[in-house]
């Protein structure tokens, strides 16, 4: 049974959900939301029909895709009876997921991205993490990023410690949460039931507010080992390997924290009556916020360097702000680029 939603009147009273039993062997519904992965879905569906555990439905939805995802999906449905799909014209990202989810029956709601594969046990581990932790309603993993052909290990491990616990008053005070992306999230079906559908305003970026808004309600239980490849290729919006000096990406990026700061803030009101600023949230995203006006040609704003936590970090955007606008960005692409000599110094700087 699902409590009632608590209206309140300080963050300190918010109260992680309470949580009913689970069965035995409870059904895991896992949402895939694809666009233009036909190269790369087949491998990412063949990694779950390689689960350890097998009572499991696969959920998709082809959001438009122009490749040949759709008869590849239909091709692996007609083998496999566990597989249920949906074809839509492009709508995003999060309103892909609404219609996978729309599918689902299960009492686990795990996410998959269309271009990732799971380890052979990432279900099994997954669903004795929810056993053993009746009233944790979220279990995480980090996962390994990889080259897209799966040969060669970018990063062992991200996050390199997912947080755990009951983090909801941290990520309401303005605490950075470290979650994993997309296919290390499961969820109870209570939880994903008081957040879907999520707003499909977010064409991308959606599985990392579904996960904000779960902190805020559920417990989360981590697994501490990488049992998914995700895979590092020039389409990932954003990525630990990389910060962009590209403007339109820069631009994508910075929109989605802002987005993704209004909908934590929204989702506080419309569910505890709480009334919380995004301005809290500024220092996760402060670094596209910067790049956002050094690329736009705009001034550097005080209160956005504020947000930057080391001093040496300030001294650096100031400089870059106060060069030209060629200079700076020149500067900028320069200690961007894979060879630059200082291109570590600068990226730890920046995100210091």
């Known amino acids: 049974m699902v409590d009632q939603k608590p209206l309140l009147h300080d963050i300190g009273q918010l109260e992680p959900m309470v949580l009913g039993p689970l069965k035995p062997e409870p059904k895991v519904s896992i949402l895939v939301a694809n666009y233009n992965y036909g190269h790369l879905i087949g491998e990412t569906l063949t990694s779950v029909y390689n689960q350890t555990y097998r009572h499991f439905e696969i959920c998709i939805c082809d959001d438009g895709s122009s490749d040949h995802s759709r008869e590849t999906i239909i091709g692996h449905a007609s083998r496999h009876s566990q597989i249920k799909y949906i074809f839509q014209v492009n709508q995003g990202v999060g309103q ?13 709601i795990a996410l998959l991205d269309a271009d990732d594969v799971w380890l052979p046990n990432k279900l099994e581990a997954t669903v004795d993490r929810f056993r053993l932790n009746n009233q944790a309603g979220m279990v995480v993993h980090p996962v390994r990023q990889v080259s897209q052909d799966l040969r060669e290990t970018l990063m062992e491990r991200f996050p390199a410690s997912p947080a755990s616990g009951w983090c909801g008053v941290r990520l309401l005070s303005g605490e950075l949460i470290g979650l994993p992306p997309c296919s290390g999230l499961s969820f109870r079906s209570e939880v994903a039931a008081r957040i879907f559908p999520l707003d499909p305003a977010f064409r991308q970026c959606a599985d990392g507010m579904l ?11 981590v697994i501490d080992e990488p049992l998914g490849l995700m895979r590092i290729h020039g389409a990932n919006l954003t990525t630990t390997t990389d910060i962009p000096s590209d403007l339109g990406k820069v631009l994508k990026v910075s929109s989605s924290y802002r987005k993704i700061w209004e909908e934590r803030s929204a989702f506080a009101k419309r569910e505890f009556g709480l009334d919380v600023s995004t301005d809290r949230w500024v220092h996760e995203g402060v670094i596209y916020l910067l790049l956002e006006r050094l690329l736009t040609k705009q001034p550097v704003d005080p209160k956005l ?10 001294a650096m955007w100031q400089m870059l702000f106060l060069c030209p606008f060629h200079s700076g960005g020149a500067i900028l692409r320069n200690f961007w680029t894979p060879a630059s000599k200082l ?10």
């Open 96 to 108: 892909a997921l609404n219609a996978a989810y729309s599918l689902a029956t299960g009492e686990i």
């Open 211 to 221: 996960r904000d808004l779960a902190t805020l309600i559920t417990a989360i239980n």
């Open 305 to 314: 360097i504020h947000h930057v936590r080391s001093l040496g970090a300030r």
């Open 343 to 352: 291109k570590r110094t600068f990226k730890r700087l920046a995100s210091s």
